[in-house]
């Protein structure tokens, strides 16, 4: 298993009902994660690591106004775009900001950090100061609205709530990254917008390393889904705690984790995992997680709803 590798993405949980699907929109969502799978699968393929393969992954789901991250992330109660990121890989090393309302890739943000501070997090204007002072692209705040997610800020706050993609018209959410390279090294990335009509100054799991991003030796782990809930019950390393200390199965952790821990911490969502020996796990509590999926030798593959080929989920 040495010589191998896998990586999967997801572009959040919840989604489009299947009723409401269009040809033309799944081609779309399919499309995006597509070449966010060809992004990192070609680093991987070429020999270069999981951290490279699930940045290039994570970049090409921020800069797809599809997505909740990056470019089409979602408004504050305020009327403004508060970005989380994180990144962390097998070795330990990790980083992340939070608040971030200017960088154009927040996840580039997360990886900067780690690797040019001796901290994990950054938080809102130092966060963009930071990635400015490393020379990373910035933008002005209208880069990174659209219009539906305008539409669905003004839905939310006449429902008056805060809301999670699944809960809103054409659901589409944050994303993340899992890979394993040809080293047997992992790593994970996760971003995110947040919820819509959040608080200011509202943090959720993406950044919070443990609770909905983790990498270890074991296994590499990004989640989607209600943050506080996923915050509550340390999701993404609960799974590698049940894989390290229970002796579970990558399948048994994170099913245990997506389908009944965090409901039972007052949520749903999802979230993608791969392990040592590269099997992925893809478990959502949803109506349905755009993600996909590709190993080494094999071909690439993508979905939306519940579908026979998916793997462990």
Known sequence: MRDTWTIAIHGGAGTIRRDELTPDKEAAFRAALHAALQAGG?????????EAAVIAAAMSLEDCPLFNAGHGSTFT?????EMDAALMTSTARAGAVTGATRIRNPILAAQAV???TPHLLLAGQAADDFAASQGLALEAPAYFETEHRRQQLLAAQAAQTVSLDHDLP???GTIGAVARDRNGML?????????TNKRAGRVGDTPILGAGTWADSHVAVSCTGTGEAFMRCAAAHEIAALMRLAGKSLAEATAEVALIRVPEAGGRGG?????AEGEVALPFGTEGMYRGWWRAGATPHTAIHQEQNSPRE
């Not at 680093?43 to 999981?50: M, P, Q, R, W, Y």
């Not at 109660?77 to 775009?81: D, V």
């Not at 790593?187 to 919820?195: D, E, I, L, N, V």
């Open 77 to 81: 109660a305020a009327g403004s775009i």
């Open 170 to 172: 054409a659901k589409m």
């Open 187 to 195: 790593a994970a990335a996760t971003s995110t917008g947040g919820m």
């Open 42 to 50: 070609a680093i991987l393929d070429a020999g270069g690591s999981a």
């Open 114 to 116: 780690m690797r040019a």
């Open 271 to 275: 979230l993608i995992a791969v392990d």
